[in-house]
């Protein structure tokens, strides 16, 4: 699959959300020509809808979600067979879902060190945040 198809995939599954510009092109550079995209777009989207239907209590419900305890940050784990894939995510005040910061885990990890991707995620979220705010007032 493309670049142009995988973004035009990405923006449908995530309408209705709110999503840093650069997370497109971050799970673009993991999935792309991968041979796991069409896997890992149907595990996206069960993700994604029950993260629309539970906001911030999904993590409660579901075991590949889960709360970080620091800056409101929120980790969604896509896997599959071939990719291992997380998403950190949180929440402006209206409840609205903000995708921040996509990597590639590494296999095999009993846990994951969230530690190089806390500081970038919580600027991504303060620069989102600012325009939605701003959005908001105009």
Do not use: W
């Amino acid at each position: 699959m493309n670049r142009d198809k995988i973004i035009a995939m990405l923006y449908s599954i995530f309408s209705g959300l709110i999503c840093h510009e650069k997370i497109f092109d971050e799970i673009n550079g993991i999935i792309e020509r991968s041979g796991y995209e069409a896997r890992f777009f149907k595990v996206l989207s069960r993700m994604v809808i029950f993260l629309k239907a539970h906001l911030e209590n999904a993590h409660l419900h579901h075991n590949q979600l889960e709360s970080l305890q620091q800056n409101d940050l929120y980790s969604m784990h896509i896997e599959g067979s071939n990719f291992n894939i997380r998403i950190l995510y949180s929440f402006t005040s209206a409840r609205v879902p903000v995708l921040l910061l996509a990597f590639f885990e590494r296999a095999g990890k009993n846990a994951t060190d969230y530690t190089s991707y806390i500081e970038p995620a919580t600027k991504r979220l303060e620069e989102v945040l600012s325009i939605y705010e701003q959005g908001k007032t105009s």
